[in-house]
Nanobody, 116 residues
Framework: QVQLVESGGGLVQPGGSLRLSCTASGFTFEHYLMNWYRQAPGKERELVGSICSDGRNTYYQNSVKDRFTISRDNPKKTLYLQMNSLKLEDTAVYYC?????????WGQGTQVTVSS
């Protein structure tokens, strides 16, 4: 049974940092590309970025480039999202995600609130 469990969210001031984690189980983590998504209130869920299976290549949406970093620790089956220079508009629920054979797997999400 595939499970993705996010943690690390919280309340942070603008300009601050947070690191999110996503612990995976039930599948061979090191074989799969993984994604971080977010959903802000009243908005559609959007892709934040992705990391390939061996961690060598990443993709980021323009709004988070140079501020966010995705990494992974395959032996620990854990995905990370380091978020720096946080802005008010980064407030959202953040989800880790994988898609295999047209099936989407999501974690429960972790709330990130950026507020002064």
């Amino acid at each position: 049974q595939v499970q993705l469990v996010e943690s690390g969210g919280g309340l942070v001031q603008p300009g601050g940092s947070l690191r999110l984690s996503c612990t995976a189980s039930g599948f061979t983590f090191e074989h799969y590309l993984m994604n971080w998504y977010r959903q802000a209130p009243g908005k559609e869920r959007e892709l934040v970025g992705s990391i390939c299976s061996d961690g060598r290549n990443t993709y980021y949406q323009n709004s988070v480039k140079d501020r966010f970093t995705i990494s992974r620790d395959n032996p620990k089956k854990t995905l990370y999202l380091q978020m720096n220079s946080l802005k008010l508009e980064d407030t959202a629920v953040y989800y880790c995600h994988r898609r295999v054979n047209n099936v989407d797997y999501w974690g429960q999400g972790t709330q990130v609130t950026v507020s002064s």
